[in-house]
């Protein structure tokens, strides 16, 4: 699951992908602009800095702006940045994989399925890079349509009532 952390860190990259090449923006419009604590943004961005997915500088015109080009940041590398592991169980993990101590690995149906997420969650993010988030419209991916018919197929499943 994608915390707040790694959600506000790629609001904020968006929002430095749509500036023009070269152009700082400062905290405090990202912040305002993507309904982000300022505080919380200013930690996060610091990691980014670290991370080299962005550039800082400071004083009176200081402000962020993107270090590499949009088209050459991955989408999957800044939520391991920020988040960690794409893998939601430890056992799942390539990068930082640990052992369960409570079942056998080699046929636990559980880790066999969330092996088969961490893969699909990396190939999806992976091949997104930070240009092509700035660039997508809901429409274009059809996402809500499909959230919407999921909502509406949810509500027309049958109810088990207790008598």
Known sequence: ????????????LVHLARMPAGQ???VNDIATGNNIPKKFLDAILGELRNA????????????????????????GHVVR????PL?????????QYQRCEDCNEATCQVRHLMLEVRQAIAEVLDQ???????DIGLDDLGVARGLDDLSVASNDLPVAVKA
């Open 1 to 12: 699951m994608l915390t707040k952390k790694g959600k506000y860190g790629l609001k904020a």
């Open 24 to 26: 700082l923006a400062f």
């Open 52 to 75: 080299g997915f962005v550039q800082s500088r400071k004083g009176k015109d200081g402000g962020y702006r993107l270090a590499r080009q949009p088209e050459e940041i991955r989408v």
């Open 81 to 84: 940045v920020l988040d960690g």
């Open 87 to 95: 893998a939601p169980i430890p056992c799942a993990s390539r990068t």
């Open 128 to 134: 997104r890079s930070l240009a092509e988030m700035r």
